[in-house]
């Protein structure tokens, strides 16, 4: 069961870092290419809330970087748990 968790948890990270990806190339999100929407419904639930707790620095948003190490942690903890 936690290695299910653990595979979701990186499935997660592709994501978002998709979506990073996503953001140099298309930086509004304004595209209406489909992936690219599954993309942003997957991880805003996980991003809005650091959102909420970082400031914007300039040009530069740290929130999916903060959500990947956290990301990071937790796969640490369950796998040190299995």
Same mark, same amino acid.
């Given at each position: 069961?936690?290695q299910v968790i653990v595979y979701f948890l990186? @499935?997660?990270?592709?994501? &978002?870092?998709? %979506? /990073? ?5 298309? =930086?509004?999100?304004?595209?209406n290419n489909p992936i690219v929407n599954l993309i942003y ?6 991003? @809005?809330?650091?959102?909420? &707790?970082?400031? %914007? /620095? ?5 929130? =999916? ?18």
């Open positions: 069961m936690v990186q @499935l997660l990270m592709f994501a &978002i870092f998709a %979506r /990073v990806i996503v953001s140099w190339i298309a =930086p509004q999100g304004g595209t419904q997957i991880t805003d639930p996980i991003l @809005l809330p650091f959102r909420r &707790i970082l400031p %914007r /620095v300039g040009m530069f948003d740290f929130t =999916p970087m903060f959500a990947m190490i956290t990301i990071v942690v937790i796969m640490r903890v369950l796998q040190a748990a299995d």
